[in-house]
């Protein structure tokens, strides 16, 4: 799907569940925040990933826009409530931000932290 404006780019579309526990928030396109490319891309190869202290399953519901209490995959919109078609739809997803940026995170793990360029393993650091 091409991206042509930035709602599509820079604004939360959904909320997606790594196999490691942390959820990274993804572009319209399925690509993190602000990310623009066509390339697949592993998610847990960037340092976006966190988890969310207390997500519970009303939580979760109140952030997806059909009340789904799936943790694993949180949609804040779907093609039929798009925030830019309408004032209504804009209302109800600038409430769903409202609660998801209320989030708190758990601390960092440096140590899981992903190489940064021309960074080299080292034989106690796994990957």
Do not use: W
């Not at 991206?3 to 959820?23: A, E, M, Q, T, W």
């Not at 997500?55 to 995959?73: E, I, N, P, R, Y």
């Amino acid at each position: 799907m091409p991206s042509h404006d930035f709602r599509s780019v820079h604004l939360p579309y959904c909320i997606k569940k790594l196999p490691d526990g942390n959820h990274i928030v993804l572009n319209r396109n399925y690509k993190p925040i602000g990310f623009r490319t066509t390339a697949q891309l592993d998610y847990e190869a960037y340092p976006i990933g966190v988890k969310f202290k207390r997500l519970t399953a009303k939580t979760v519901a109140k952030l997806s826009f059909k009340g789904s209490s799936d943790a694993d995959a949180i949609y804040l919109y779907n093609d039929g409530s798009i925030p830019t078609a309408s004032a209504k739809n804009m209302q109800a997803y600038l409430e769903r931000l409202g609660i998801l940026a209320k989030l708190k995170f758990t601390t960092e793990d440096s140590s899981r932290r992903p190489l940064l360029r021309g960074e080299i393993i080292s034989a106690g650091r796994r990957r």
